[in-house]
C-alpha cells in the first residue's frame, strides 16, 4: 500500500544456529485443528514417535521422551530425575551453554566440579579421564558434557568421553546436551554409553521451539527411583506411567506432534546417514570461505570443528554484533549472536537442518555484503567463490544427462506428424 513500509520480498532467512528453517512439509502438518490429546487413536501417533526418537538418539535400549518445554528443561530433566541435592558432578565450561547447564545444575542444589576451558576449546576428555581416576570414593554421581558447544561452534567427541569413563571404570552417569547437534550429526548413545541425552525442537529437528526432547539409558531410568531432587512437572515418572499407552500426564501440543511426525519422515526419507553427511559438507563449504575471507573461526582447532554452526572472529577494530545487525536490517538474514564472553567479537552462522548448497551461498553472500559494510576489508567474491567450488566440486554427480533442446533428440512419430502439418499449412 502507498506509504506503507514495504516488507521484504522473498523471506527472512535465518543463519541463526536455532530457530532454524521450518521446511514446508513440517509447516503443513502442523496446521491442523486442535486434536483431542486424549482421543483413543492418539497413541497412533505418540507410540511411533517415541520409538523413533530412539532411531534419532542411536539407543535401542534407550527410552526417549517428549516434554512440552525447551532444551533448558531437558538439562533440568536429566539432573533432577536421577540424582539427589548435594550430589556431586563433573563438567566443563567453554561457552555459553555449558555455562548455562553448569549453572542450572547449582541452581538446583546440585555441586559442580567445574573444569573452565578457554573458550574455543571444547570438553577436556583427558583432564576427566584423570578426575575421574582420582574419585576413587565414587563422589562424582554424572559426568554433563555439552556436544555441541553453540556459542564457540565447538563439537566435543562424545564417543572419547563414553570410553574414558568406562576405561577408568567410573560408575557415574553420562549426561549429554545435544540441542545443537542431534539430528544434524551422528549421535550414538548405546555405542558411546551416554546415560541421558537431552535435545529440543527448534534446532536439528526442525521444528519450532517448544519441545524438549530427552532420552534416558536404562541406568539412568533406574537412577530415577533413588534420585531425590524435588521434580513435578518434569517429572519422567509421569511420562512413564502415561506414554506406554500412548498418552501424556498433561496437554501436549498436538500439531507440534503431528509437525515432529514430519520431520522424523524426513530424517528418515534422507537417511540418517545422509543427513550427516550434508551437514558436513554444507558446514565445510561455509569453513572454506571463513579462510578465503582471510578470518578465523572461534573453534581453536580443525577438531574442534562444528558441523552445525561456525563462530567467526570478527578483526579486533570492528564489533561483531554491527555484522549482525547490518546483515538483519540491511540483507534480511538472521546471524548468530556472540554471547557473553564472546559478545562482539563473533557472530555465528548456523548451517544446521532444512539447508542445502543454495542456501547456503544465501547465507555467505549476505553475510560478505554485511561485513563490507561494517567495515571489514574483505575481498567481495572471496569466501563465496571459494564455496562455489567446494559446493560444485562435491556436489551430486548422478543427474540426467543433458541434451540441447532440439538438438539430438530423435524425432518421435508424433512429431513428425506435426512437423509436416506445419509444413503443409505454409
Ligand atoms: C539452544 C541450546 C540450548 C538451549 O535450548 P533452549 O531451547 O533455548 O532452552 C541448550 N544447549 C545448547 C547446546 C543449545 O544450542
Given amino acids: 500500500m502507498p506509504g506503507q513500509k514495504l516488507a521484504f520480498p522473498g523471506r527472512n532467512y535465518l543463519f541463526a544456529p536455532g530457530p532454524t528453517h521450518i521446511p514446508n512439509e513440517v509447516m503443513n502438518a502442523m496446521v491442523v485443528p486442535q486434536e483431542d ?9 505418540v507410540l511411533p514417535l517415541l520409538k523413533d526418537l530412539n532411531k534419532v538418539f542411536g539407543t535401542k535400549k534407550g527410552q526417549s521422551f517428549i516434554f512440552p518445554a525447551t532444551g533448558t528443561a531437558g538439562w533440568e530433566i536429566a539432573l533432577a530425575n536421577t540424582l539427589s541435592p548435594g550430589d556431586k558432578i563433573l563438567t566443563s565450561r567453554f561457552g555459553q551453554f555449558s555455562h548455562l547447564w553448569y549453572d542450572l545444575a547449582k541452581r538446583i542444589g546440585i555441586e559442580v566440579e567445574l573444569v573452565d576451558v578457554t573458550w574455543g576449546q571444547g570438553v577436556p576428555v583427558a583432564e576427566f579421564k584423570k578426575i575421574l581416576r582420582a574419585d576413587k570414593e565414587h563422589k562424582i554421581k554424572a559426568v554433563v558434557a555439552c556436544h555441541n558447544e553453540t556459542a564457540t561452534g565447538v563439537m566435543s567427541d562424545m564417543g572419547a568421553l563414553g570410553k574414558a569413563i568406562k576405561d577408568v571404570k567410573h560408575p557415574a552417569l553420562y549426561m549429554v546436551d545435544g540441542v545443537s547437534s542431534i539430528a544434524s550429526v551422528n549421535f550414538q548413545m548405546d555405542e558411546w554409553g551416554v546415560d541421558v541425552a537431552v535435545s529440543g ?21 533406574a537412577a530415577r527411583k533413588t534420585a531425590e531432587c524435588p521434580r513435578c512437572f518434569l517429572d519422567i515418572q509421569d511420562h512413564i506411567n502415561t506414554n506406554k499407552d500412548g498418552f501424556f500426564p498433561y496437554t501436549p501440543s498436538v500439531p507440534m506432534l503431528r509437525g515432529l511426525r514430519a520431520a522424523l519422515d524426513l530424517l528418515f526419507d534422507e537417511g540418517l546417514e545422509n543427513v550427516y553427511a550434508r551437514h558436513h559438507r554444507l558446514a565445510e563449504g561455509v569453513r572454506r570461505a571463513v579462510k578465503a575471507w582471510g578470518l578465523k573461526p572461534c573453534a581453536a582447532a580443525p577438531k574442534w570443528y562444528s558441523d552445525t554452526v561456525t563462530a567467526i572472529l570478527a578483526p579486533p577494530s570492528v564489533n561483531a554484533a554491527e555484522v549482525i545487525h547490518i546483515a538483519y536490517h540491511r540483507y534480511n538474514i538472521s546471524l548468530g549472536a556472540g554471547l557473553s564472553q564472546v559478545a562482539g567479537k563473533v557472530f555465528r552462522i548456523g548451517h544446521l537442518g532444512d539447508n542445502s548448497d543454495v542456501r547456503m551461498m544465501a547465507a555467505l553472500g549476505g553475510v560478505e555484503m554485511a561485513m563490507r559494510d561494517a567495515g571489514i576489508r574483505i575481498k567481495p567474491g ?5 564455496a562455489v567450488e567446494y559446493y560444485r566440486s562435491t556436489a551430486k554427480k548422478d543427474i540426467p ?10 524425432k518421435t512419430r508424433a512429431k513428425r506428424k506435426t ?8
Fill in 37 to 45: 490429546h486424549r482421543a483413543p487413536d492418539l497413541p497412533e501417533l
Fill in 201 to 221: 525442537s527448534q534446532k536439528g529437528f526442525m521444528l519450532p521451539a517448544g519441545m524438549a526432547l530427552i532420552c534416558f539409558s536404562q541406568k539412568a531410568l
Fill in 382 to 386: 572471496s569466501g563465496v567463490g571459494a
Fill in 401 to 410: 544427462a543433458f541434451k540441447a533442446p532440439g538438438a539430438a533428440a530423435p
Fill in 419 to 426: 512437423a509436416t502439418r506445419k509444413k503443409t499449412a505454409k
